[in-house]
T-cell receptor, first 112, second 118 residues
Framework: AQSVTQLGSHVSVSEGALVLLRCNYSSSVPPYLFWYVQYPNQGLQLLLK??????LVKGINGFEAEFKKSETSFHLTKPSAHMSDAAEYFC??????????FGKGTMLLVSP | NAGVTQTPKFQVLKTGQSMTLQCAQD?????MSWYRQDPGMGLRLIHY???????DQGEVPNGYNVSRSTTEDFPLRLLSAAPSQTSVYFC?????????????????FGPGTRLTVL
């Protein structure tokens, strides 16, 4: 069965600092991987997705993620945090059946 | 396109009451799913459907029923509400298979229904 582990329920950074949100997955087949963002009291918005076309995936709002098969990881990064990045971020995995298994989420806090 | 719509946005029920959460999509997607979101738990799959007339259980199906009589609609029924069903419910839809650029089809999420069971 597939599963996702997000390390750290809360991550705090200063504005302008590097953002690193960690995601490790378990899957019995080559996975499809996703990062979603959720702003307070809103739905989920897709940030980026990995579908085996390229290991480094660029998404919206300056975020990117690198698929590392040997480490079973798909960490999300952004070089310089902005106050508007404060939100909850979810990593998700699919084995190809159009349903997703989500991690428990990481709340990103950005301080001035 | 309205995308994925959900009604109501908010609902308060008493224990034992029944209700139906509505979900509709206008993108002609084959796949539709229901998730619940609880603090610290992420989103968990309740039920899903791969097409009209076909449904299956997800990770947390107990206490919920679904049916899919049309491609557009995928209602979620709570037969006898319990406080443990207090949650935010999200409906999602996607195409089946792959797009022409060989990328996996993303799931589109509705805005959610916040349900409180007293």
């Amino acid at each position: 069965a597939q599963s996702v582990t997000q390390l750290g329920s809360h991550v705090s950074v200063s504005e302008g600092a590097l953002v690193l949100l960690r995601c490790n997955y378990s899957s019995s087949v080559p996975p499809y991987l996703f990062w979603y963002v959720q702003y307070p009291n809103q739905g989920l918005q897709l940030l980026l997705k990995y579908t085996s076309a390229a290991t480094l995936v660029k998404g919206i709002n300056g975020f990117e993620a690198e698929f590392k098969k040997s480490e079973t990881s798909f960490h999300l990064t952004k070089p310089s945090a902005h106050m508007s990045d404060a939100a909850e971020y979810f990593c998700a995995v699919s084995e190809g059946y159009s349903t997703l298994t989500f991690g428990k989420g990481t709340m990103l806090l950005v301080s001035p | 396109n309205a995308g994925v719509t959900q009604t109501p946005k908010f609902q308060v029920l008493k224990t034992g009451q029944s209700m139906t959460l509505q979900c509709a999509q206008d993108m002609n997607h084959e796949y539709m799913s229901w998730y619940r979101q609880d603090p610290g738990m992420g989103l968990r799959l309740i039920h899903y459907s791969v097409g009209a007339g076909i449904t299956d259980q997800g990770e947390v199906p107990n206490g919920y029923n679904v049916s899919r009589s049309t491609t557009e609609d995928f209602p979620l029924r709570l037969l006898s509400a319990a406080p443990s069903q207090t949650s935010v419910y999200f409906c999602a839809s996607s195409y089946s298979g792959f797009t022409s650029d060989s990328s996996y089809n993303e799931q589109f999420f509705g805005p959610g229904t916040r349900l409180t069971v007293l």
